[in-house]
């Protein structure tokens, strides 16, 4: 534990009503861009993606499950990740509990890599998550919402973790008089706020430190 600047408790309630006066505009601010998101034009998914699913082969229609809106993972699970990406795992982990109050607001949550089903089912198993994740394969969904994503003028280096395809992202997706629509997508960082264990860290003493040698891991490798 780092040293650190030891006060009275007055010193420590003045400091507090100047941060709670932050966190609340924070908040609101947080509040507005949940609106702006969702008031992003929905544009037509006009292309047709098939699924490797454990009900046989779906589209993207049919993953909605019976529900009107549909969240995705990208999960880094494929050929440059054949392992598993430990930040995916990790964000998943915070992620599964999640799935039944999110079909109980018409929201349907999955994830989706490009590994064959069998080897994302022993992945499943490993970690004991109760979560549908389908097998993409190489039907162009990743590429396709990557290329949406990324700024045109940004030329990313060879190697970059989106070139490859696989994607740490999420995608959202509405379905309408039978027409699915895509509504949001994020990659990166821009899934940060979806881990609650970063967000725990940074109300800890310590934040989130500066040491990420080796950290996180999948949690039954520490």
């Known amino acids: 534990m780092p040293a650190h600047e030891v006060g009275t408790r007055e010193q420590w309630r003045r400091a507090y009503e100047d941060l709670r ?14 609106r702006e998101r969702q008031a992003l034009p929905w544009v037509p ?42 930040g995916c795992t990790f964000e998943t982990d915070n992620l599964v509990g999640a799935v039944p109050h999110l079909a109980h607001r018409d929201v349907t949550f999955i994830l989706a890599s490009r590994s064959p089903l069998s080897t994302l089912d022993e992945y499943k198993r490993r970690f004991g998550w109760d979560i549908e994740w389908v097998s993409m394969g190489d039907n162009g969904f990743n590429d396709d919402f990557y290329e949406l994503m990324r700024t045109p003028s940004v030329k990313r280096p060879p190697g970059d973790m989106l070139e490859v395809m696989e994607l740490m992202a999420l995608s959202s997706f509405a379905l309408a008089d039978g027409q699915v629509y895509h509504t949001y997508s994020t990659y990166d960082r821009g899934t940060d706020a979806l881990n609650a264990t970063w967000q725990l860290l940074d109300r800890a003493p310590n934040g989130r430190g500066d040491n990420f040698d080796n950290w996180p891991r999948k949690r039954d490798e520490y």
């Open 45 to 86: 998914v006009t292309k047709e993606y098939c699924f490797d699913t454990e009900a046989g082969v779906k589209t993207l229609a049919e993953l909605f499950d019976g529900r009107s809106q549909l969240i995705i993972r990208h999960f880094m699970h494929g050929p440059k990740t054949p392992e598993g990406c430990p």
């Open 21 to 34: 006066t932050q966190e609340k505009e924070l908040t609101r601010r947080s509040d507005e861009l949940a």
